[in-house]
């Protein structure tokens, strides 16, 4: 099987742009005991590309602006979210995704997205995702595990 890795990226001090982040700070001794190596990519994205290998499983958890309802997450397969960037509004479209693209584009994997409610300068999330905070990890892990368990099968 590939190595599952995940990247969480956002930027702490731009508020719910950094959900990847503290979803992926959040989750990664738990993550461990499942042999799923996390990345805490912030905004380093040359940090994180230099993290891929080619074989990896690849799982980014960034936020998302799509106009729908603040903490809703999306799974998107991870060459679509390379490929339609344009279209998935996410505040690090640029960098690692086109990294990845042009390097790895037959990677396998996924993005989550998780829709924001606000992305400007603060620290800490909006109240809207705060309040979320705890069900949003849970949900991540088990999306997380369930998407590992069907690499495995495919």
């Known amino acids: 099987m590939k190595r599952p890795l995940v990247i969480g990226i956002g930027s702490l001090i731009m508020t719910d742009d950094g959900i990847g982040t503290k979803i ?31 074989n990896d499983f690849l799982i980014i958890i960034d936020a998302i602006s799509q ?5 809703e997450i999306e799974i998107i397969p991870i060459i679509d979210a390379l490929k339609e960037r344009v279209k998935i509004h996410t505040q690090h479209d640029f960098s690692l995704f086109d990294a990845v693209l042009m390097n790895y584009p037959n990677i ?23 309040l979320r905070f705890e069900k949003l990890c849970n949900d991540v892990l088990k999306t997380i595990l369930e998407l590992k368990e069907a690499a495995k099968l495919a």
């Open 24 to 54: 992926a700070e959040a989750l990664k001794i738990k993550l461990l005991e499942y042999d799923v190596k996390v990345i805490v990519g912030e905004t380093d994205y040359q940090y994180c590309f230099n993290e891929i290998s080619p």
């Open 67 to 71: 106009g729908k309802e603040p903490g």
């Open 108 to 130: 396998k994997g996924y993005l989550i997205g998780i829709e924001a409610a606000e992305i400007g300068f603060g620290f800490g999330l909006s109240p809207s995702l705060e």
